[in-house]
Structures are given as C-alpha cells and as structure tokens.
T-cell receptor, first 117, second 111 residues
C-alpha cells in the first residue's frame, strides 16, 4: 500500500486570504494524485487530477484559477485555495494513485478541514 | 464509470456478519469493482476490489454475481469500528484512475 499525509489537518483562515494544503506520499512515488472536496453529510467530489511535472486536470465546474495545484515532485502535491470565502469551507482530501499489474488503487490522506471566517 | 446503486443505510449488530449490496447493471466486461469505506472525519480507505471471482482479504470478502451486475461486500464479524460509509465504485475502462464516489451506504453497528 501507500501512506499519505496531509498538512495541515485543520486550518482556519479569514475571508480573502489564501491557504495552501500539502499532500505527501510517504513511501511511494506518485506520478498521479487526486484532490477531492467533501461538504458535510455529502459524498466526496473529485476536483482535479494532479500530474507530476505537468498541469493539473480539473473536473467540470472547478475553477482552476481559484484552486491552484502544483505537483512538483513525485511525493508532493499542493492545493492552494486562493481568495478563500466561507463557501470554500470544506473537508479537502488528497489521494495517491497506485497502478500495479494493470489494476488501480487509490490511497487517501487523512483530510484537511478548512474553515473560512 | 458505471453507475452503482447502494442502499442509503444499513444496521448491524456487533459480531454479526454484514452483507452490503451494490448494483452495477451497466458494468462492462473489463471493469473492476472497487469498495472503499470512510470512517467519520477521515479520508476513505481501500477495502477490496475484484473483477469476476470472489475475493477475500483481511478486511472483507467480495462476492460478485455471475453476470457481474451486482456484488456484495461481506464483513464477517462487524465491530463498532466498522461503522462507516461504504462506497461501491466501478471506475470504468478509461484508465485515468479516477474514482467517482456516489452516496454510499452508511453502516451503523449496534453493540
């Protein structure tokens, strides 16, 4: 398997500021990571695919200029929520894609709870 | 992704087996069936996946119908720590690795 960490686990920021969330693959080199968002009592919503060394691919309806993704190394992807607003308050979760023998699995981080005041 | 249908919620008693069903009638021949679960305030965790044959691991068993249009996740002895939302996902053959999460089944385990 793969161990995935996220930092910070919780963050509170003021409206209009930017927040950076880190996702690290601790024991596996990941060319592909994913970012999800989850509102209370709802399911996970895929935001974007983070590709090492290239631009992220965003899902329909996700603003790429608001949610900046950088995947500069095989073990680190970052999500920056720019000019955060209260409606961006959510649980942000990253995952690492593992491909082996034609099969795929995702290993998830513990999540980051963002509260925008 | 093939559409999946799961009951919204299920209840179980501790130390009894739990059978969580999933319908995926539009599955194609090469699509794997994946199960993940999410404990409260945590990221999801992989449970099991399979293609055609039934699968077992230390967490659970996966029983796949012969026509592959449905599957059942089996927890052999539910514990209180198994209370979670269980997601059945059929990613499809696009090979992007993406997982699209539905609403899943919320499992309550009663002591």
């Amino acid at each position: 398997g793969a161990v995935v960490s996220q930092h910070p686990s919780r963050v509170i920021c003021k409206s209009g500021t930017s927040v950076k969330i880190e996702c690290r693959s601790l024991d596996f080199q990941a060319t592909t990571m994913f970012w999800y968002r989850q509102f209370p009592k709802q399911s996970l919503m895929l935001m974007a695919t983070s590709n090492e060394g290239s631009k992220a691919t965003y899902e329909q309806g996700v603003e790429k200029d608001k949610f900046l993704i950088n995947h500069a190394s095989l073990t680190l992807s970052t999500l920056t929520v720019t000019s955060a607003h209260p409606e961006d308050s959510s649980f942000y979760i990253c995952s690492v894609l593992l491909r082996r023998s034609g099969e795929i699995k995702q290993y998830f981080g513990p999540g980051t709870r963002l509260t925008v005041t | 992704d093939a559409k999946t249908t799961q009951p919204n919620s299920m209840e179980s008693n501790e130390e009894e087996p739990v059978h969580l069903p999933c319908n995926h009638s539009t599955i194609s021949g090469t699509d794997y069936i994946h199960w993940y679960r999410q404990l409260p305030s945590q990221g999801p965790e992989y449970v099991i996946h399979g293609l055609t044959s039934n699968v077992n691991n230390r967490m659970a068993s996966l029983a796949i119908a012969e026509d592959r249009k449905s599957s059942t996740l089996i927890l052999h002895r539910a514990t209180l720590r198994d209370a979670a939302v269980y997601y059945c996902i059929v990613p499809g053959s696009s090979n992007t690795g993406k997982l699209i999460f539905g609403q899943g089944t919320t499992l309550q385990v009663k002591p």
